[in-house]
């Protein structure tokens, strides 16, 4: 057992939706950590960017054109990332984004597409670093951590985006069941549910009117920033996370206490 619970010296990351947002922030605590990560994103210039910067706590970094909402694509991602790395010992199905409309007035085209990215792209992610984790315990090297990315809808209901809370409870449903079936391996699966966040999905600040109606429901008095997830995910990769599996991880300062 490593002496630092929380070293990911010789660990790699594989993080979908890495290039901005709750994902470069994932990468970003890892790389400080010590580990290696694969980030993925639709856009070369993005990914090259969160590369340079993520470059700068001196582990291997590489980046990939990945469109989650195209399995053929994830699984040759999947092949590129491993040959180049060696190994994956967390994958974190993040990638996601959000539209608004009533259920009744939803067409099935925008329920589809969301759904595409944040559902079924999720289950081609869990299951791929699930398939190379298994065939890792195999060889005789078990262990390994798959992480998914909630919101405050797997607790609750929120108006206009039905399809995005439908999308991230069957992805709980998904992490429940890996835990189950991996745990022989040694293998973990946890979903980290993130509050109201600024990100390219909550583009306004505390200081905006819609900023501050929502940091007055939250107890800690402002909306989470990337960095807040850093110790979490950090965590639930590390070796000081080995008994930890089939959870729902809420970060929200506090905001489902409040029940407001």
Known sequence: MASDLFDLSDKVALITGANA???LGYAEAIAAAGGDVVIWGRRRDRNEQASE???????????????VADEQAQLRGFERAIEEMGRLDCVIANAGFVTMAPIVEMPTSQYDELLR??????????REGARHMVARAAAGDPGGSLIATGSLTNWTASP???HYAAAKGAVAGLVRTLALELGPQGIRANMLI???FQSEMVPYGDDSPEG???AATIPLGRMGRPEDLAGMVVYLMSDAARY???DL????????????
């Open 212 to 214: 501050r109606a929502i």
């Open 21 to 23: 947002g709750l994902g």
């Open 117 to 126: 990215v944040a559902q079924h792209g999720a289950f081609v992610t869990l």
């Open 160 to 162: 206009g985006v039905g």
């Open 194 to 196: 993130a509050g109201h």
């Open 249 to 260: 991880i809420t970060v929200d300062g506090g905001r489902m206490a409040n029940g407001a």
């Open 244 to 246: 930890h599996t089939g």
């Open 53 to 67: 910067q993520l470059r700068r706590h001196g582990g291997r970094v590489r980046s990939d054109e990945v469109d």
